[in-house]
């Protein structure tokens, strides 16, 4: 009985120093994968982070925006400005760089980060142009840059994190029930190291919340508004970014359906859209649309958005990830980029590309359209004797009398200097003389009694076929100086040089 009793000893010895070891070897084992988990969750935030600072870097108030003002007003302050923030988003993408990243999402960066440079030459040449007495049109006109890789190459880093974000935390949900599945089967099977059990279960109960805190945080800290949803439509996830672009707070976020968030007009064909996705689900990423789509906030507000989408099948259930860039900024960058600060008319560049889409019109369809070109008289005086505040006060009336007395139709811009530009799409030589005419009377009758009154001179020319856009154009600026000389205040149109 002896040599049993000593034999169960040590074997139950044996088996609590097995366990023992066991336990140190889970507790060991827990602590390298938890010191692992936080460094790649720092990795990540600091990734995020970093991407985060890049979008900002180059949207409304980054680099871009001091480079076109610098153009614009051609300031010390502005190029300083553009200078440091490019080359702080420079040091941005080299750090973001320095971390192991895989080749798509370098080819991404290594695109970014080319534009970034052609911002910094382009900022250079800028200066340059800037003194050697170039005006901003001019100089606007020779630097030219293409962004847009540089922005689908954002766009896909964000979805790229956001698929991520959703893979990384499927697999985490994995080993964590792994983890407390074999757990309990020790607790049960060892009924007398319950205590040893339940610190573990704890010590994984712990580790797993504290994944799902830095998994959430990685989710928040991507820049875009990201939505999970379900077969049925059903939101179920989402982050911050999500519901303050839409405006809902996080309680209605959770009891509406994706077509909620668009356009009522849309949603019945978005519906049938969604569905077919479903039953043939791929990966759409943002740079692979062509044009943008619309969205409504809880207030009935319609914006423009981007979106990337995607599926993932997570525990046998379809679920769609959409990724939702708000274009907001970006349309009203577009437009400060079109538009002349001052008359906040059409500027030289945008009124170009009309004339342009005028020309191929005319060539498939035939329609004929003209251009009528203004100039004030004698505004250097006005400058002179009142100073440019005045002189600026000026441009905006007779800005206002040329849009508010033209057609519709007629797309009016600043030309440069006292100089203005309209393009009268479907017109020919008479009809837009006739609008010529009833604009300058209406800057005659406008100004008439002021302490210096001020007129202005007009030339008018219709375009003809194969005919190029500066010959059209100087045309027009022919009979307008022909107008000048003949006293002023008059219209001229370019038919064989003879007044109408």
């Avoid at 440091?84 to 988003?89: C, H, L, M, P, V």
């Avoid at 006109?141 to 698929?163: E, H, S, T």
């Avoid at 001052?342 to 498939?364: F, M, P």
Wanted: a negative charge; proline letters at 2%.
């Amino acid at each position: 009985m002896k040599k049993y009793r000593l034999i169960s000893f040590s074997i139950s010895l044996a088996s609590i120093i097995l366990l023992l070891a066991f336990g140190f070897m889970i507790n060991s084992n827990s602590v390298e994968v938890d010191k692992a988990w936080k460094e790649y969750v720092q990795s990540e935030v600091k990734k995020n982070t970093l991407n985060s600072k890049i979008v900002r870097s180059f949207g409304y108030g980054g680099f871009i925006h001091h480079f076109k003002n610098f153009i614009l007003r051609k300031e010390q302050k502005y190029y300083t400005a553009a200078l440091a923030d490019i080359n702080t988003t420079e040091a941005l993408i080299h750090e973001y760089l320095s971390y192991n990243q895989n080749e798509r999402i370098k080819l991404n960066l290594d695109v970014f980060l080319r534009t970034v440079q052609f911002y910094k030459k382009s900022l250079e040449d800028s200066a340059n142009l800037a003194r050697q007495g170039l005006t901003s049109n001019e100089i606007d006109q020779q630097v030219k840059i293409d962004d847009k890789p540089a922005i689908d190459a954002l766009y896909a880093l964000n979805v790229n994190m956001a698929r991520t974000h959703v893979e990384i935390e499927k697999k985490a949900d994995h080993l964590a029930q792994k983890q407390i599945y074999y757990t309990s089967v020790f607790f049960f099977i060892v009924a007398v190291f319950v205590l040893v059990t339940i610190f573990t279960l704890f010590h994984f109960f712990r580790l797993a919340s504290k994944h799902y805190t830095d998994l959430a945080s990685l989710f928040q800290a991507i820049p875009d508004a990201i939505i999970i949803s379900d077969s049925s439509g059903n939101i179920i996830r989402f982050n911050t970014q999500a519901a303050e672009m839409f405006g809902y707070d996080n309680d209605e976020m959770n009891e509406l359906t994706i077509e909620d968030l668009v356009p009522k007009s849309n949603r019945h064909s978005h519906l049938s859209n969604r569905e077919n996705f479903q039953q043939h689900p791929k990966q759409i990423p943002m740079n692979d649309r062509s044009r943008s789509f619309s969205a409504e906030r809880k207030n009935g507000e319609l914006f423009d958005v981007k979106i990337a989408i995607s599926t993932l099948n997570e525990d046998h259930e379809l679920k769609n990830i959409a990724v939702v860039k708000d274009l907001s900024d970006i349309n009203l960058l577009q437009k400060q980029a079109m538009t002349d600060q001052l008359t906040k008319l059409e500027n030289r560049v945008k009124i170009q590309e009309i004339l342009e889409d005028q020309t191929h019109y005319h060539a498939r369809y035939g329609a004929t359209f003209s251009v009528i070109m203004c100039d004030i008289d004698f505004f250097k005086s006005v400058n002179d004797t009142y100073g440019h505040p005045f002189g600026d006060k000026v441009l905006v009336n007779v800005a206002e009398i040329l849009q508010n007395y033209s057609r519709i139709t007629d797309h009016v811009s600043r030309w440069g200097g006292e100089e203005f530009l309209i393009v009268c799409p479907s017109t020919d030589l008479a009809g837009a003389f006739e609008t010529a005419e009833k604009i300058r009377l209406k800057i005659q009758a406008a100004f008439k009694d002021e302490e210096m009154p001020l007129t202005a001179s007009f030339g008018v020319a219709e375009y003809f076929v194969e005919m190029a856009v500066s010959e059209l154009i100087s045309n027009a600026d022919k009979v307008l100086y022909q107008a000048k000389e003949q006293g002023r205040n008059t219209t001229v149109a370019y038919q064989v040089m003879k007044i109408l």
